[in-house]
């Protein structure tokens, strides 16, 4: 590794001066190939997407490099580059945000709702390393923002309705612009039952009902100098998980923000930007609607964390740096209250998550150097202080149950850095890229007291013993673009050290009824993770477009056994008919059988599948008015299916007839 830190730093700093020398430097610096999927304007929404109001979760799932682990009708959890949440990061217009349920029912992409975002940006292994520290890359979820204009008032009216689970949606969003003040507001609202399976059965305990507030204001005081305040509430009640043996009464949060953004007039710098953050989830497991439950159980959890970040753009000759400061002070708690059939019993408690406080602070460096007008070699470099504390004296003696020396805190060096060679030039664009980052377990993996796995069957037991995860990665990606026809191939490869599972243990008694038996969490001396898309798309016709996209995951230990969560070949292809304001779109998706598995991991083979769909839309101009409407038909043939990241093998929807209306003035 030290050999492999010289050679980087030595290409860095004197190999590649010596290629620029003697040559014409463009300060324009080619762009790496960041996956950005687009969601759009509250305005814009019925011209977007064949399915505007649908949730954040499917939009994810367009991209080449996310899959969702799906728990009931709501909620899903992202995968990236086949890594759960523990080895990724999910950010809301930069905010650390984290979840505050143990079994994962919270993912942060369930606090947004796609009528108060723009776009996505999925970022690969170490690109995403400025959010924190990370192996498997991150994603930030953009927020819409007016901006400055003097277009005075706008709103929008949003409904949809959903044959499949009876899904009413009804929004609204009003915003107003002038040259130095605006203000964004938005809301929306759902409200789904049970839904079919394609065989028209009944999935019991997947509805949900949930509402998002969400508001963004800004005021300019001086010509470079702006101020902004953001908020976004969202509350989720009678949430089922029909792959779970529990259901949610509340899932809430509030996330705000206060944000100062200065573009200096100076040669050297191009923009500052300063955000201050607070947000606080709380999430109540409970299975009190839940027949033939031996023992009734309240989960409740809450997570509270605030956090900035200081983040300069510069440029200085052919170097494009970028210099953030960022941190954030996490306190994570939860408990279990199980009631027996006999009032004359005690009530058993414990805590799950012992009230953990994480302290994190960090520092990340970027410089673009530009080579000449074609190509740039593209270094970042972070080094973070990662500190534990367990604050609850009952949570931290039931550990020590296990780990006699444990003490109540623990604090951690996180490293990352990584160097990219880029080219674009004519119809090709490529890149080339070496990584190495590090990170610290999660709650669960260090702190968590008798968590039940469903998948597996297994009670997991924290190990604040563990080293820190740490991955080598190897990264390429290259495009090729004319004015009817686009392809792109992008891989990535991942060595990745101390990797953290949990390993049974056969002298411990599982606290849950039916429990295979108890893990505590270790670490593998290795696993291999690699994962491909290849994406098309051509013009047929002025108003004929085509796209296709093949999407490839492969995944070992260090004893050869299939990780799990490793995708099947998966592929969707899709064709788009527009003329003047009318669009149609017709598509099919599926997965090839799963032959990565491992039972070690609760996993089974999941069947092949293919669902066709298709969708219209029609663009009224009323006035001053706009009216957009959009219907079409999920899983056309009603198939019956389940993918390999379906929670317990739970279906997916049948045949579902939707309806989207969205209407501006």
């Not at 039916?514 to 690699?530: H, Q, R, W």
Request: proline letters at 4%; aromatic letters at 14%.
């Amino acid at each position: 590794m030290k050999k492999l830190l010289i050679l980087i730093f030595f290409f860095f700093h004197i190999a590649i001066p010596l290629l620029a020398q003697e040559k014409a430097v463009d300060t324009l610096a080619p762009k790496t190939l960041t996956e950005v999927i687009v969601i759009g304007k509250k305005t814009q929404l019925s011209q977007k997407q064949a399915k505007p109001l649908t949730t954040v979760d499917d939009y994810l799932q367009q991209s080449g490099k996310v899959d969702m682990v799906k728990r009931g009708g709501y909620a899903w959890e992202p995968l990236l580059n086949s890594m759960a949440t523990e080895r990724t990061l999910v950010t809301i217009d930069g905010m650390r945000v984290f979840g505050a349920c143990t079994d994962k029912m919270d993912p942060i992409t369930s606090y947004v709702e796609v009528s108060n975002l723009s776009e996505a940006t999925i970022e690969s292994g170490q690109q995403g390393s400025c959010h924190g520290a990370t192996i498997g890359g991150a994603i930030d979820l953009k927020r819409n923002r007016s901006g400055f204009s003097d277009s005075g008032w706008e709103a929008t009216l949003n409904s949809g309705y959903e044959t499949n689970s009876n899904q009413k949606i009804l929004g609204t969003a009003i915003n107003y612009t002038a040259s130095k003040f605006y203000i964004d507001t938005d809301f929306m609202f759902r409200d789904a039952g049970n839904y079919d399976a394609g065989n028209h059965e009944e999935v019991l305990f997947s509805q949900f009902r949930k509402f998002n507030i969400s508001g963004t204001s800004g005021f300019s005081f001086k010509e470079n100098k702006l101020i902004e305040a953001s908020v976004i509430y969202d509350k989720a009640t009678d949430v089922g998980y029909p792959a779970l043996p529990m259901d949610v009464s509340l899932a809430e949060a509030l996330i705000t923000s206060l944000k100062y953004e200065y573009a200096p007039k100076l040669p050297l710098l191009e923009k500052w930007e300063t955000k201050i953050y607070y947000n606080t989830v709380t999430h109540k497991m409970d299975d009190t609607k839940r027949p033939f439950v031996p023992v009734h159980m309240d989960m409740p959890g809450w997570s509270d964390t605030y956090g900035f970040y200081s983040k300069v753009n510069g440029v200085y000759n052919a170097h494009h740096f970028t210099a953030d400061l960022n941190s954030f002070y996490n306190r994570s708690i939860a408990s279990m209250t199980m009631y027996p059939s006999d009032p004359s019993e005690n009530l058993m408690f414990m805590y799950t998550w012992p009230d953990v406080r994480t302290l994190y602070n960090a520092l990340f460096l970027e410089d673009n150097y530009v080579l000449n007008c074609h190509s740039s070699f593209k270094f970042t470099a972070s080094i973070a202080n990662h500190f534990n504390k367990v604050s609850n004296e009952l949570g931290l003696e039931s550990l020590q149950i296990f780990y006699p020396d444990m003490k109540d805190s623990k604090n951690r060096i996180l490293k990352s850095f990584s160097a990219a060679y880029l080219v674009d030039k004519s119809y090709f664009s490529y890149s080339l890229g070496l990584a190495y980052g590090d990170r610290a377990p999660s709650v669960s993996e260090g702190y968590g007291f008798y968590l039940f796995n469903s998948f597996d069957r297994y009670d997991y037991i924290g190990n604040p013993e563990l080293k820190n995860e740490s991955s080598l990665e190897g990264n390429a990606s290259i495009g090729f673009a004319t004015e009817k026809f686009s392809a792109k191939l992008m891989s990535s490869y991942f060595h990745i050290s101390n990797y953290i599972v949990g390993k049974p243990d056969d002298s411990l008694i599982p606290m849950t009824i039916g429990a295979s038996g108890v893990k505590i969490y270790t670490a593998l001396d290795y696993a291999t993770i690699f994962n491909t898309d290849f994406s098309l798309e051509y013009q047929l016709m002025s108003n004929l477009k085509w796209t296709g996209k093949l999407v490839y995951s492969y995944g070992k230990d260090n004893h050869q056994d299939n990780l799990p969560f490793i995708s099947p070949l998966r592929y969707a292809s899709s064709v788009q008919y527009h003329i003047n304001k009318f669009t149609s779109e017709i598509g099919v998706q599926g997965n090839a059988v799963q032959s990565q598995y491992n039972p070690f991991y609760g996993e089974d083979r999941t069947p092949s599948y293919a669902i066709l769909n298709a969708s219209a839309g029609y663009s009224f101009v009323l006035d001053k008015s706009k009216l957009g409407l959009k219907a079409g038909v999920e899983n056309i043939l009603d198939t019956y299916y389940s993918t390999f990241s379906d929670w317990n093998n739970i279906p997916r929807k049948g045949r579902n007839f939707f309806m989207n209306l969205s209407f501006g003035f």
